[in-house]
Nanobody, 120 residues
Framework: QVQLVESGGGLVQPGGSLRLSCAAS????????MGWYRQAPGKQRALLAT???????NYAESAKGRFTISRDIIKNTVYLQMNSLKPEDTAVYYC??????????????WGQGTQVTVSS
């Protein structure tokens, strides 16, 4: 079981920056992969970035160059730094934890989501 608590969303002007935080209830070394997703109004949830427990990162094309995923192992926290924000980035942003457990199927856990609105 993993509980994920997100924070950092809000209203920002185009060109601005936000840093989202996702605090996990257990050591992120025990989580196979963590990631950030977003869901815009009327659209499906989309993957933005992932980081494995070994520290390997991957990005969707929409996130490359502007978004950075990182982690603080001591704080059990994963971050998403978002720069040069555009109105098209407006969405609910979700933190995800993926676990592959011995004797179990793969499990997904989600945070509650945090709203990001990019508008003048």
């Amino acid at each position: 079981q993993v509980q994920l608590v997100e924070s950092g969303g809000g209203l920002v002007q185009p060109g601005g920056s936000l840093r989202l935080s996702c605090a996990a209830s257990r050591s992120i070394f025990t989580i196979n992969r963590m990631g950030w997703y977003r869901q815009a109004p009327g659209k499906q949830r989309a993957l933005l970035a992932t980081i494995t427990n070994g520290g390997i990162t991957n990005y969707a094309e929409s996130a490359k160059g502007r978004f950075t995923i990182s982690r603080d192992i001591i704080k059990n926290t994963v971050y998403l730094q978002m720069n040069s924000l555009k109105p098209e980035d407006t969405a609910v942003y979700y933190c995800n934890a993926l676990l592959t457990l011995l004797g179990r199927s793969t499990e997904d856990y989600w945070g509650q989501g945090t709203q990001v609105t990019v508008s003048s």
